[in-house]
């Protein structure tokens, strides 16, 4: 009888020991919740695994798609709706330059189309040929065209006579309101042969203190037109602006501090934009003069430094000149920007005068700093031609007021 074989003990143990594939799989670390969540939830949809990922890969697409035309539409829409007054009309372009096509300047801006509501003014106009005058009066305006964010507009309106614009008024501002009541008289002087030559503008703007005046309409009233025989009171609705005999000869900003106690004028220059080139280059060496005047007599001044070479100079300098308070009621701050040359005379780029005598913006700008004292106050102007700021100070009333030689140092 054969007998069984014996299987060695070490041979048991290495049988027992040798691990399978399978033991592999299940011995492993579990896999997370989220893990095991997602594999149950695909393991119940009837389709293959690669199916459902294409599925989620073409819906992720389709969202990305639906989410970018619902961006173009909106932006679409914006551009739809962009307000008029920021419409840029380029009929007037004569194809020269781009400059304006690509950034407008900040004057093209506002004008709008000539069918925009403007709003109205109420206006006469009445002659005196005994004494060779005309008297515009600006008595109120209505449904003016809102310029401001909340709704409203801070409107003045600007009146002078072309061609020869020698003489330039201004109303009083009036803060937020769309129907001011401005009731003003202003008088010119124009011969009875010039009447027929002439025309008289009003242009309303919105007040704006540290930014450009825009302008909200105008009105143009032909004096050939006119029967002088009585005077003449008329509604009439703003129209666009013309702009044909108006020269852009800058800005410029300042700020003014007076104190009472130690009699101190402070001027601050502060800087220059959108000068008129005078080089042939196109291009200026601008620098600003402050003076003072005292019974139509130049009584101080002092000058900035020399920029050179640029039609936007920044200042930023100081001036400080002893005017009691007696004297800051009768003095004119005349402030006025000129050309550097050189070899030959130097050239008067643009000029404006503040005082107690001014009008509109000037008056505003003189009589905020004498209601502020101790506390500088800065705003922006628009400057005047030099010939058009001399024929309104001499049209004013000399003031006379005795000085002894040491208050009036000659020039």
């Not at 600006?138 to 809102?146: D, E, F, M, N, R």
């Not at 202003?186 to 002439?198: G, V, Y």
Request: aromatic share 8%; hydrophobic share 35%; charged share 25%.
């Amino acid at each position: 009888m054969t007998k069984p074989t014996m299987i060695p003990s070490h041979s048991t143990t290495h049988l027992t020991s040798s691990p399978s594939p399978h033991t592999n799989h299940t011995t492993g670390p579990p896999n997370p919740a989220s893990a095991t969540f997602w594999n149950n939830l695909l393991d119940k949809i009837p389709l293959p695994r690669w199916a459902v990922y294409a599925i989620f890969v073409i819906g992720g697409l389709l969202l990305l798609l639906c989410i970018l035309c619902i961006c173009i539409k909106c932006c679409c829409k914006k551009k739809r709706k962009r307000k008029p007054d920021q419409q840029v009309q380029l009929k007037g372009l004569n194809g020269s330059t781009t400059t304006a096509l690509v950034q407008p300047d900040a004057e093209d801006v506002g004008y709008g189309s000539a069918k925009d509501q403007r709003g109205k003014l109420l206006y006469s106009l009445e002659y005196d040929a005994t004494k060779s005058e005309l008297a515009v009066g600006i008595k109120q305006a209505a449904a003016l065209k809102a310029m401001d964010l909340g709704g409203s507009s801070d409107p003045y309106v600007k009146v002078y006579i072309c061609p020869d614009k020698t003489k330039t008024c201004e109303t009083k501002v009036f803060r937020g309101t769309l129907s001011p009541a401005f009731n003003e008289h202003f008088t010119f002087k124009i011969s009875k042969a010039r009447l027929s030559e002439s025309t008289v503008v009003m242009q309303v703007f919105d007040f704006n203190r540290f930014s450009k005046h825009h302008i909200i309409g105008e009105l143009r009233v032909q004096l050939s037109s006119v029967d002088w025989n009585h005077v003449m009171e008329d509604w009439q609705d703003l129209c666009e602006p013309a702009k044909f005999e108006d020269e852009n000869l800058g800005e410029i900003c300042f700020s003014l501090r007076y104190v009472p106690t130690s009699s101190k004028l402070t001027v601050v220059i502060l800087e220059a934009k959108n000068l008129k080139s005078m080089d042939p280059g196109g291009s200026s060496d601008p620098y600003v003069k402050v003076q003072l005047a005292l019974d139509k007599k130049k009584w101080k001044k002092k000058k900035t430094s020399i920029k050179k070479r640029t039609l936007n100079p920044y200042y930023n300098e100081s001036f400080t000149f002893e005017v009691s308070l007696d004297q800051i009621q009768r003095v004119h701050l005349v402030i006025s920007v000129w050309d550097h040359d050189t070899m030959t005379r130097n050239d008067a780029m643009g000029k404006i005068f503040l005082s107690c005598d001014a009008s509109g913006n000037q008056l505003r700008h003189w009589a905020d700093m004498l209601s502020n004292p101790r506390r500088p106050v800065a705003q922006w102007h628009t400057l005047l031609s030099a010939e058009q700021v001399n024929a309104t100070l001499t049209l004013k009333q000399s003031i006379r007021i005795p000085f002894t030689d040491k208050t009036l140092p000659a020039f």
